[in-house]
C-alpha cells in the first residue's frame, strides 16, 4: 500500500471527494495483454453459446431458449466492454478503442458514437438536479411531483412502475430509440453511428434469417437480447436510484461528491460481479472513469474506505424499484407512500 492509501485509510466520507483523484490515477493504465483476454473470455462463448444454441433448434426450441438465456450474461459482459471503450479504459489506443466499441455496438444494438457522447453527458451532469437530462432514469423531487397535474402524476407513476423501468423499458430503449440518435439529432457524426448500426444489424439479422429463417431470431437473438438488456437497465438503476444517493442543484452540486456519495456500491455474487464487469463498483468508476473494469476490484483491496461507502447487497437492492423521488428536505430518495407522509 502506497503513501497516499496511508492518508486515505480511514473513512471516504471524511474526505473531500476531488482528493481521491490522484490517488485513483495510479490505476487508469490499462493492460493490452489483460484486455484482450478479457475480450476473449468473453467474446469466445458468447459465439459458442450462439452456435450451440442455433444446432438445439433442431432438439427442442425450450433448449434453445434455455442457452439464449444464458448467453445473455455474455451480452451484457459485452456491453460493460463498449462501455469501457468509450472511455478509453479498455486499450491506450483510442482508434482501437473506438472500432471496437462500435463492432461492439452492434452486438448490443447501441450506436456506439451516440452512445458514447451521451454517456459523458451522463457523468458530467449525474446527480444534478439543474441539469437533468440525457442519459439519466427520470427523477423528480417530492415538491416537483406535488406540483403536477393528476393526468402527469399518473403518466409520472407509470413510467417509474418497474414493469414498464424494467419490462417495456429496454425493449423500447434498446430496440426504438437507439436507432436514432436522441437528443442529437442536429448532428451528422451521430446520425451517421445510429445508421450505420442499423444498417450492420439489419445485415447480420438477414444473414440469420437467410441461413436459419426466423426461429433463430426469435428463439435467440431475441431473448439474449432482451434479457442482456433487461439486466443492462436494472444495474444503471441501482447505480444511482438508492435511498441515500445525493442529488443537488448548481451551484453547490459538485461532480465529484455526486460521482461518490450519488453512485452505488453493488456487492454482487463473484459469478454475476465478474459477468457484469465489476461495474457495480460503480463509485469508483463514477469518480475516474478511465480505471479498466479489471482494475475495480484491486482499488477497493487497496483503500477500504472506498470499499465500505455505499454498499448495496443483492437482496437489499430489489427494495429500490419502489423508491421514486427525491425529498430534498431529508435528502433521501422516497417511495410515493413514504412522500404522501412527508411534510
Same mark, same amino acid.
Given at each position: ?50 452456435s450451440l444454441a442455433w444446432a438445439s433448434l ?11 438465456v444464458c448467453n445473455a450474461a455474455f451480452l ?170 445525493l442529488w443537488d442543484v448548481d451551484p453547490t ?12 456500491? #453493488?456487492? *454482487? !455474487?463473484?459469478? @454475476?460481479?465478474?459477468?457484469? =464487469?465489476?461495474?457495480? /463498483? ?6 475516474? +472513469?478511465?480505471?479498466?473494469? #479489471?482494475? *475495480? !476490484?484491486?482499488? @477497493?483491496?487497496?483503500?477500504? =474506505?472506498?470499499?465500505? /461507502? ?6 437489499? +437492492? ?26
Amino acid at each position: 500500500m502506497n503513501d497516499d492509501s496511508k492518508v486515505f485509510g480511514q473513512s471516504a466520507n471524511a474526505i473531500p471527494a476531488r482528493d481521491w483523484i490522484k490517488v485513483l490515477s495510479n490505476y487508469r493504465d490499462p493492460d493490452a495483454v489483460r484486455s484482450t483476454f478479457e475480450l476473449a473470455v468473453t467474446v469466445v462463448p458468447f459465439i459458442a453459446l450462439w452456435s450451440l444454441a442455433w444446432a438445439s433448434l433442431s432438439i427442442t426450441p425450450w433448449l434453445t431458449l434455455a442457452i439464449s438465456v444464458c448467453n445473455a450474461a455474455f451480452l451484457l459482459r459485452l456491453f460493460a466492454i463498449q462501455h469501457d471503450c468509450g472511455h478509453y479504459a479498455f486499450y491506450s489506443n483510442r482508434s482501437l478503442s473506438d472500432w471496437l466499441g462500435r463492432v461492439l455496438g452492434v452486438l448490443t444494438l447501441t450506436p456506439y458514437d451516440v452512445w458514447k457522447r451521451s454517456h459523458s453527458m451522463h457523468h458530467s451532469t449525474s446527480g444534478n438536479l439543474t441539469r437533468r437530462g440525457i442519459g439519466d432514469i427520470d427523477t423528480l423531487t417530492v415538491a416537483e411531483y406535488r406540483a403536477l397535474t393528476p393526468k402527469k402524476r399518473l403518466y409520472y407513476r407509470l413510467y417509474r412502475h418497474p414493469l414498464v423501468l424494467f419490462g417495456l423499458g429496454p425493449l423500447y430503449l434498446f430496440f426504438i430509440q437507439q436507432r436514432v440518435p436522441m437528443g442529437l439529432t442536429k448532428h451528422a457524426r451521430y446520425w451517421v453511428s445510429a445508421m450505420c448500426t442499423n444498417a450492420a444489424i439489419l445485415v447480420a439479422l438477414s444473414i440469420v434469417f437467410y441461413f436459419g429463417g426466423i426461429k433463430p431470431i426469435l428463439l435467440i437473438f431475441l431473448p439474449t437480447t432482451l434479457l442482456a438488456a433487461t439486466a443492462g437497465v436494472w444495474l444503471f438503476y441501482v447505480q444511482h436510484q438508492f435511498e441515500t444517493t445525493l442529488w443537488d442543484v448548481d451551484p453547490t452540486w459538485d461532480i465529484h461528491e455526486a460521482a461518490l456519495n450519488g453512485s452505488s456500491h #453493488y456487492k *454482487l !455474487p463473484a459469478p @454475476l460481479q465478474w459477468l457484469s =464487469a465489476n461495474i457495480g /463498483i460503480h463509485h469508483v468508476h463514477h469518480l475516474y +472513469s478511465r480505471i479498466p473494469f #479489471y482494475r *475495480l !476490484p484491486e482499488v @477497493l483491496r487497496d483503500h477500504n =474506505a472506498l470499499a465500505q /461507502i455505499n454498499t448495496l447487497t443483492l437482496r437489499e +437492492s430489489f427494495a429500490n424499484a419502489r423508491l421514486h423521488l427525491w425529498d430534498e428536505s431529508s435528502k433521501r430518495l422516497l417511495s410515493f407512500a413514504q412522500a404522501r407522509k412527508a411534510k
